[in-house]
């Protein structure tokens, strides 16, 4: 199965920034579709953002101009670079990788275990 590992969240106040990094392992032979989604309290999990391995990106209206997703393909890495964060960027932040061709086959939509990031007013 296809590991994902999340790092990066933390504690921020209003309007300050955090980058959350997602590496993907697992003898992994493509990538095409990378995303993050996150799970405020209470709250189903939504799309944040998505890239695909050619640097097409998917960003959700709630954090436009706000969020950058990118990617490190060499390092199947995905980046999300959070500004001008708000304390309803509350949430656990999940990485995903819904298809990724691997030397044991085809492993589909895997998870990372999360990273909190918390947004104090």
């Known amino acids: 199965q296809l590991q994902l590992v999340e790092s990066g969240g933390g504690l921020v106040q209003t309007g300050g920034s955090l980058r959350l990094s997602c590496v993907a392992s697992g003898r992994i032979l493509s990538i095409n579709l990378m995303a993050w989604y996150r799970q405020a309290p209470g709250k189903g999990r939504e799309l944040v953002a998505r890239?695909?391995?050619?640097?097409?990106?998917d960003v959700a209206d709630s954090v436009k101009g706000r969020f950058t997703i990118s990617r490190d393909n060499a390092k199947n890495t995905v980046y999300l670079q959070m500004n001008s964060l708000k304390p309803e960027d509350t949430a656990v932040y999940y990485c995903?990788?819904?298809?990724?061709?691997?030397?044991?086959?085809?492993?589909?939509?895997?998870w990372g275990q999360g990273t909190q990031v918390t947004v104090s007013s």
């Open positions: 995903n990788v819904p298809r990724a061709a691997t030397q044991r086959g085809v492993d589909f939509d895997s």
């Open positions: 890239i695909t391995s050619g640097g097409s990106t």
